[in-house]
């Protein structure tokens, strides 16, 4: 088995309804931080970590997201005549080559698991896939699915990205029962998803996997597990009675949930910030804010 990763999976199948009004007409993945929607962050982050296919799984309503990654040629077009190199540098930034992205539709909606298995005929029997949750979107240098990529060269096995949650968010994640804790690499001996109650740590799983072949296979049961749904936990799980090794990486990095309006709010900060085109005048507002509020108290 070949431990190089070049395919990733992106579960976009999702109504985004926490996000309603706004995901009436635009898929969440299109909903953007600064000036980038969230599956350009998504896209970045697999590209620098040498991903060269990428699988997305859709649903209805999401053309808007396949037309993303069309090349705007009438766009282009007029940059170019008018000599703006830079914003054509930032258009072509986005270009994907032909044949590079392959869509799937999941029909219904029955788990990140399932979304995951509709992609199953597009990996082949013997490689290993990263999956990328673009809801969770992680600021990190190497960005975090390469430093797993790293990891994993070592490991081999399935690898899920981890960070430490207070107890009483546990039950938003899937969670890890670790059994040997090497720093930032554990070995689970389990995963529960969504523990309702007695989670087995406080390491969350965060929306980024390597997953060995035998995790699709596992996810042909296509068991029901939390919440009604096939989880793509219970899955990974199963690698570890079959004798097969999961790992999680504590990657280094910030990770914001953009699947919540705090966070996604949070997440516009720190990547407003980051700017540095914007950083001075955005600053200044932020402290103007917080000192009116302090004064208000
Ligand atoms: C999914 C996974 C969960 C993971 C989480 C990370 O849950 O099922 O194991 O901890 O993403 O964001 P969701 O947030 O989609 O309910």
Redesign the pocket.
């Known amino acids: 088995m070949s431990r190089k990763v070049t395919k990733a999976i992106f579960p976009v199948a999702?109504l985004g309804t926490r996000f309603l009004p706004a995901t009436k007409s635009i898929p969440k993945e299109i909903m953007t931080l600064v000036d980038r929607p969230l599956i350009q962050y998504a896209i970045d982050e697999a590209r620098a970590a040498g991903i060269e296919e990428f699988i997305f799984v859709t649903s209805r309503g999401k053309g808007a997201l396949e037309d993303y990654f069309d090349h705007a040629h009438e766009l282009e077009a007029t940059l170019k005549r008018g000599g703006k190199n830079d914003l054509l540098d930032i258009l072509r930034g986005t270009n994907m080559d032909s044949g590079a992205i392959a869509y799937v539709r999941q029909h219904k909606a029955m788990?990140?698991?399932h979304a995951v298995w509709c992609a199953r005929r597009l990996v082949p029997e013997n490689e290993s896939v990263a999956v990328i949750?673009t809801?969770?979107v992680i600021m990190g240098e190497p960005p975090c699915l390469q430093q797993m990529i790293e990891a994993h060269g070592e490991t081999g096995g399935t690898m899920?990205a981890t960070m430490e949650v207070p107890m009483e968010k546990t039950k938003?994640?899937?969670?890890l029962d670790v059994a040997e804790d090497m720093g930032a690499i554990v070995k689970a001996k389990g995963?529960v998803?969504?523990p309702k109650e007695n989670p087995p740590s406080n390491l969350?799983?965060?929306?980024r996997y390597i997953l060995a072949p035998t995790v699709l296979q596992n996810l042909n049961k296509l068991r029901e597990g939390?919440?009604g749904?096939i989880?793509?936990?219970d899955a990974i799980a199963d690698e570890i009675v079959e004798g097969r090794e999961v790992f999680g990486l504590r990657f280094r990095g910030q990770?914001y949930?953009c699947?919540s309006k705090a966070g996604f709010l949070q997440a516009t900060v720190a990547f407003g910030l980051e700017r540095d085109e914007l950083r001075d005048e955005f600053l200044d507002y932020l402290n103007e804010v917080v000192s009116m509020q302090r004064a208000a108290e």
Do not use: F, H, M
């Not at 969350?204 to 929306?207: C, E, F, L, Q």
């Open positions: 999702g788990g990140l698991g949750l809801d969770d899920v938003s994640y899937g969670v995963l998803e969504k969350a799983v965060i929306g939390a919440g749904e989880q793509l936990t990770r949930d699947g």
